[in-house]
């Protein structure tokens, strides 16, 4: 590509993953513009057009969220848009969303004071999860068995005086086998799917789980265009869950990671990501 469109590529670090996205660019001939995301400081006016479009794979919903946002002001599009990662990076936003669109999820309550929390608890029935709204990895969720349980979370939780901690989001315990499914969608595509087998309840690929590519049938492939569609589109990693009353997903990764997927189904993610990004940059 010799025309002068640039591919801005906003980080917080170079994992395997934005090593890849780097060589698709550069088998694409497409210069990219690194912008890390603890350097990059935004003025009220436009500066000189710095890209055509930027990726954001900051691993901070909080940077994403605000440098998307300042992309958009100054006329930049970005993958994925403002709104997307607004929604979809945050739980507590996405399960209302999820709702809204009647896309099956587990039965969720969201609580804003540590007594309320406990009434959401005892109101989902045992075991429960409670999760930070903003969060990945599986990291400071918590399976809670009793209603003494749930009092010390909840007191730790208090205790963090964080606010990401000050909203609880509580959702039912979903009884799944010793796995999840993970579908990745690039706008209308589906490029890859895997499933991700644990011993212990979070299924997370960063916390050890083991993988395997999944050829998804048409209800999960149909779910997963739903799920993503309603967050807004783009570059959506959909989690599902098989309870016992069907497929339910559990969250939609608006900065997913894909080495996990990358390894277990030898689909070209990077590529796939950046064709998306140069179509949403010319568009
Ligand atoms: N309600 C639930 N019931 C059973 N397992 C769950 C539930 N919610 C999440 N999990 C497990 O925990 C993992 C991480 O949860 P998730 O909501 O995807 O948060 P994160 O953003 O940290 O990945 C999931 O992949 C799944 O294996
Ligand atoms: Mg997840």
């Known amino acids: 590509m010799s025309d002068g469109f640039r591919l801005g590529l906003f980080t917080t ?14 088998a694409r001939g497409i210069p990219v513009v690194r912008l890390d995301d603890s350097d990059v400081i935004f003025g009220l006016d436009a500066p000189s057009a710095t890209a055509d479009v930027v990726l954001n794979r900051s691993v901070s919903h909080t940077r994403a969220l605000y440098a998307a946002r300042c992309f ?3 006329g930049t599009p970005t993958v994925n848009p403002p709104d997307v990662i607004e929604v979809a990076g ?49 990291r400071l969720m918590a399976k809670v068995g009793s209603a003494e349980e749930a009092e010390q979370i909840v007191e730790h939780k208090t205790a963090l005086a964080s606010p990401v901690h000050a909203v609880f989001y509580v ?5 799944k086998p010793d796995r999840d499914l993970r579908v990745f969608v690039v706008g209308d595509r589906v490029v890859a799917a895997m499933v991700r087998r644990s011993s212990g309840w979070r299924t997370n690929a960063a916390r050890g789980a083991t993988t395997e590519p999944l050829a998804p049938s048409a209800e999960l492939e149909e779910l997963a265009h739903r799920a993503a569609a309603a967050m807004g589109g783009g570059v959506l990693a959909v989690d599902v869950m098989e309870s016992p009353r069907g497929l339910v997903v559990h969250e939609v990764n608006p900065t997913p990671e894909f080495k996990a ?23």
Do not use: M
């Open 13 to 26: 670090i170079v994992r395997p993953e934005e090593k890849a996205i780097l060589g698709a660019a550069g």
């Open 171 to 175: 959702q039912e315990f979903v009884p």
């Open 261 to 283: 997927l990358n390894a277990a189904t030898g689909a070209d993610i990077a590529g796939a990501i950046v064709d998306h990004c140069v179509e949403v940059g010319r568009r």
């Open 72 to 74: 958009a002001h100054y």
């Open 90 to 138: 945050d739980k507590v936003l996405a399960s209302l969303r999820l709702a809204e669109h009647g896309i099956p999820t587990p039965r969720t309550e969201i609580a804003l004071s540590p007594e309320a929390a406990l009434k959401a608890v005892e109101r989902i029935g045992y075991p429960a999860v409670l999760k930070p709204a903003v969060g990945s990895w599986g």
